[in-house]
């Protein structure tokens, strides 16, 4: 076996590094299958202004809808 100041040692374990380095590289495509998904987290958040707000603007209106305006000061104590 070579001593560790030999210049050209030739053990098997660098081979063996070169085959670990391919394998997280195979794992790599995977990652990008959930940022696939992220696209469809940013649909809700769109929409969540007008679940939040039902009254704040109507469609083809400017302003905003008295009776569930009133509705939401009622549900106040």
């Not at 670990?20 to 794992?27: G, K, L, N, S, Y």
């Not at 495509?29 to 992220?38: G, M």
């Not at 679940?51 to 000061?73: E, F, H, V």
Request: glycine share 6%; charged share 20%.
């Amino acid at each position: 076996m070579p001593g560790p100041g030999s210049p050209n040692p030739r053990p098997l374990s660098p081979q063996s590094a070169v085959l670990d380095i391919t394998e997280p590289q195979a794992t790599e495509p995977k990652l990008t299958k959930p940022q696939a998904t992220e696209p469809k987290l940013i649909e809700p958040q769109i929409t969540n202004p007008e679940i939040d707000n039902p009254g704040a603007r109507q469609p083809g209106t400017d302003t905003p809808d008295p009776s569930r305006s009133n509705a939401l000061a009622l549900n106040r104590p």
